[in-house]
C-alpha cells in the first residue's frame, strides 16, 4: 500500500528541491491556516468587506441561492415539478450559479451552493477573489462547466469563481508561446476563456475555421476543466490527450500572482496542468493546438443480441479479436458496452476513412453475425456513417438528424446550444457508483485475450460494464504517445488500449425534497453490483490505475491510481505554488494534508 504522504513529506520534497527557495509565498508552518472560516464563525467576513469585494469585480458579487432551496422540505408544487424538468437541460445546470451537472453522489457529496459567487469577466475579477478568499482564510471553489463527478466545483460556506461568462474563443494561424520565440516554431491554435464549452469551441474551430481541436465528446464539457485532468476526446488515439494539446495557460496563482505557463515560463506549473487533476491555481485562458481536419467522421452503431450464455461469451470473444485486429489504430475510438442480459453495443467512431472504407473494415464482423443463425438476434441493425469532417459539429446540420441532439429549450436560448443526446442521462443525474480501470494493451494479445472476454463476460454478470477505446493511448499515433508522456498523467494511459468504466446513478434528485429523494437502497445494491463486475476487471491488473476525472470518489489508493510515478513531483510543484490547500480538492493532490470537507487541516 502506498504510503501516506503528509505535510512533512511535503516539506521535506520540497527542501530538496532548489527552486523552492524564495517562491512559496504562504505562511510559514506556524502561521498556517488550520482550519477555514465558515459562514457564521466570528471571522466570516463583514458585509462592508464583502461590499468592497462586489467593487472590486464591477459588481459582478452574487450572493448565492440554489433553485432547490424553494423545494427542500416543503410539498410537491408545479414549480418544483418544472425545476425537476429543467435539471435534465446541461445548459440551465450551467447557468445557475448555485446547481452542478451532478447533483450529487448518494454516500459521498450532495451539490451545495457556495455563500457567494463571484461571476469572473475578466483575469483581475479572479485576482481579486483569490485574494479576499486567501486574505479571509475561506474555502475557495472553481466551477467551469460544472460536470465534476466528484463534487470538486461546490462546497457549502465557500467563496465561488464562476467562469461560466469568461468563455472567448480565438483561433490563431501562428501562435508562439510567451518567451519562446528563440526555441518553438509557431503553430496554429485556438485559446478559450475558462468557461468555454466544448461544444461551443468545436463550433468556432472545426466547423467555422476548418481546423481539429482536441476536446471531449460531451458538449457541455468545461474547456478548462478538462485539460486539467488530462482529457480524452473520442480521437484521442490520433490526436492525444487534450492536456498533451495544452501550449500555454495563463494562471492565478494562490498568491493572487498572474502567470504564463508554458514550456518556456514555469513549466513546472505547465507540466502539472496537464493531468494534474486541478488545485495548482485558477487557470484563466488555455492556448491548444489545432491540428488539420481529417476529411471524413463518423461513427458504428448497432445493438447485439445473444441468445444464451455460451453465444455470449462467443461474441465477447469475436468483438476482442475483430477489436485487436481491425479497430486497434488512430482511426477508431469510443464504446463497446456489454450488459448484463447478454446484449452487445457498438458505440464506436471514425476519423478519415469514408464510407466504403468504414463499411469494408466492418464487414468481416457483421457477416459473422449474420452468419450465427440462432445465436444472436439484432436489437438494432448497423448504422455506419461518414461524413465530410465539418458537419460533423455543426449544430445546423445535427439538429436535422432524428433524435441525435438535443437543444436547449429555454426560450431565448442560443440556436447553437445543443447536446448529444446519448448525454441526456448524465444531466442532474445523482451517482450511486462509479468506477473506471486502464487495461494494458497487452491483454489483447494471444491467450491474454481470453482471460480478457473470459473477465469481461463475468464482469457483465454483475453490472454493465463498458471499454472506451479513446481513452487509453495504446494504438495511438506516436506523437501522440510521446505527448501523453509529457503529462502528469498516471504513464499507465500510454500503455492502455481502453478504460473499462462501470457506473450506475437515478434521474435528478435531492435530500428532502418529496418525491425526489435519493434511493439509498437503490444506491447501495447498484453500488455492490459496480464493484463486484469491477473486481472482475481488476483481477486482470497487476496495477490498478484510474482516470482522475472519471473514476469513483472512494478510489483507494488514488494517488497511486490517478498518478502514479508523477504524484510526488506533482506535490512539489503543488508546494510551491498552494502551499497553504486554498485550491483544496477532494482527492485532489496535497488534499491528504485535509479533512474530508477541505475545512481542517490535518497535517
Ligand atoms: C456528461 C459528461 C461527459 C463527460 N465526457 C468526458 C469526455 O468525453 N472526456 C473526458 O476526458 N472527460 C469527460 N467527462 C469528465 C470531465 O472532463 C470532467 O468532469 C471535467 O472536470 C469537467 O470540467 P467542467 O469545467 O465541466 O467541470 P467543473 O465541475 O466546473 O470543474 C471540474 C474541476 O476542474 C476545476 N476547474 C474548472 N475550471 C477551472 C479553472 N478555470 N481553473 C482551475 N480549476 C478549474 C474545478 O474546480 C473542478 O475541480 C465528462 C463528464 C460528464 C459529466
Redesign the pocket.
Known amino acids: 500500500m502506498r504510503k501516506r504522504l503528509s505535510r512533512r513529506h511535503l516539506l521535506k520534497i520540497s527542501a530538496a528541491l532548489p527552486f523552492m527557495s524564495g517562491l512559496a509565498r504562504g505562511a510559514s508552518a506556524a502561521t498556517q491556516p488550520q482550519a477555514r472560516v465558515r459562514l457564521g464563525d466570528p471571522e466570516w467576513p463583514s458585509e462592508a468587506s464583502w461590499n468592497q469585494l462586489d467593487h472590486d469585480v464591477g459588481g459582478r458579487l452574487i450572493k448565492v441561492r440554489s433553485p432547490l432551496a424553494d423545494c427542500v422540505g416543503g410539498s410537491p408544487d408545479a414549480s418544483c415539478e418544472q425545476l425537476f424538468k429543467e435539471l435534465k437541460n446541461p445548459y440551465y445546470l450551467g447557468d445557475e450559479v448555485g446547481l452542478?451537472?451532478?447533483l450529487g453522489w448518494v454516500g459521498a457529496w450532495t451539490s451545495e451552493p457556495s455563500v457567494y459567487a463571484v461571476a469572473a469577466k475578466t483575469t483581475q475579477d479572479v485576482v481579486a477573489a483569490v485574494n479576499f478568499a486567501r486574505t479571509n482564510n475561506l474555502r475557495l471553489?472553481?466551477?467551469?462547466?460544472?460536470?465534476?463527478?466528484q463534487g470538486?466545483?461546490n462546497a457549502a460556506d465557500s467563496l465561488l469563481i464562476w467562469?461560466r461568462h469568461m468563455n472567448a474563443i480565438t483561433t490563431h494561424d501562428a501562435f508562439v508561446g510567451a518567451g519562446c520565440a528563440a526555441s518553438a516554431q509557431p503553430q496554429p491554435a485556438v485559446s478559450i476563456e475558462?468557461g468555454g464549452i466544448w461544444g461551443h469551441a468545436y463550433n468556432e474551430v472545426a466547423v467555422k475555421a476548418g481546423r481539429y481541436v482536441q476536446g471531449?465528446?460531451?458538449l457541455t464539457?468545461?474547456v478548462?476543466?478538462?485539460v486539467?485532468?488530462?482529457?480524452?476526446?473520442s480521437w484521442s488515439k490520433a490526436y492525444g490527450l487534450?492536456g498533451a494539446n495544452l501550449i500555454e495557460a495563463e494562471v492565478v496563482t494562490a498568491d493572487g500572482e498572474v502567470r504564463i505557463a508554458n514550456a518556456c515560463s514555469n513549466p513546472d506549473l505547465f507540466w502539472a496542468l496537464k493531468g494534474g487533476g486541478?488545485g495548482f491555481?485558477?487557470?484563466?485562458r488555455v492556448t491548444l493546438l489545432t491540428h488539420a481536419l481529417p476529411e471524413f467522421l463518423g461513427g458504428v452503431f448497432a445493438t447485439i443480441k445473444a441468445s444464451s450464455d455460451e453465444a455470449y461469451r462467443r461474441l465477447i470473444s469475436k468483438i476482442m479479436e475483430f477489436y485487436a485486429q481491425a479497430l486497434f489504430n488512430p482511426h477508431w475510438g469510443e464504446q463497446l458496452g456489454f450488459a448484463p442480459d447478454g446484449v452487445l453495443s457498438i458505440f464506436m467512431v471514425l476519423q478519415g476513412l469514408d464510407q466504403q472504407q468504414a463499411e469494408a473494415t466492418w464487414r468481416p464482423f457483421f457477416d459473422w453475425v449474420s452468419a450465427s443463425g440462432q445465436d444472436f438476434s439484432i436489437v438494432s441493425a448497423p448504422r455506419i456513417i461518414s461524413e465530410p469532417a465539418r458537419r460533423f459539429w455543426d449544430p445546423a446540420a445535427l439538429k436535422t438528424a432524428p433524435g441525435l441532439v438535443i437543444s436547449d429549450d429555454r426560450p431565448g436560448a442560443p440556436a447553437d446550444n445543443i447536446f448529444w443526446a446519448s448525454?441526456l442521462g448524465?444531466a442532474g443525474r445523482v451517482w450511486h457508483a462509479y468506477q473506471s480501470a486502464w487495461l494494458p494493451q497487452s491483454l489483447l494479445a494471444g491467450d491474454q485475450r481470453e482471460r480478457l472476454a473470459e473477465a469481461l463476460f463475468a464482469a457483465a454478470k454483475h453490472r454493465g460494464v463498458s471499454l472506451h477505446f479513446n481513452?487509453g493511448l495504446a494504438g495511438a499515433t506516436a506523437d501522440a504517445i510521446a505527448a501523453a508522456r509529457d503529462t502528469a498523467m498516471n504513464p499507465a494511459v500510454a500503455d492502455a488500449f481502453a478504460l473499462a468504466i462501470s457506473g450506475a446513478g437515478g434521474p435528478p434528485a435531492y435530500p428532502d425534497v418529496p418525491g425526489h429523494e435519493p434511493d439509498a437502497a437503490v444506491a447501495q445494491s447498484e453500488a455492490e453490483a459496480v464493484g463486484k463486475s469491477m473486481d472482475e476487471i481488476r483481477k486482470l491488473l497487476p496495477r490498478v490505475g484510474s482516470?482522475v476525472?472519471?473514476t469513483d470518489y472512494f478510489q483507494p489508493h488514488w494517488q497511486e491510481a490517478f498518478w502514479g510515478v508523477n504524484y510526488d513531483r506533482l506535490l512539489a510543484v503543488k508546494g510551491k505554488y498552494d502551499p497553504d490547500g486554498l485550491f483544496f480538492?477532494h482527492h485532489g493532490v496535497g488534499s491528504e494534508d485535509w479533512s474530508a470537507d477541505g475545512f481542517t487541516r490535518l497535517n
Not at 141 to 149: I, T
Not at 281 to 284: D, K, L, P
Open positions: 452542478t451537472q451532478s471553489v472553481v466551477k467551469g462547466g460544472g460536470h465534476s463527478y470538486t466545483s467562469t475558462p471531449g465528446g460531451c464539457v468545461g478548462a476543466g478538462l486539467l485532468g488530462g482529457g480524452f476526446g487534450a486541478g491555481g485558477v487557470v484563466t448525454n448524465e481513452k482516470y476525472w472519471e480538492l
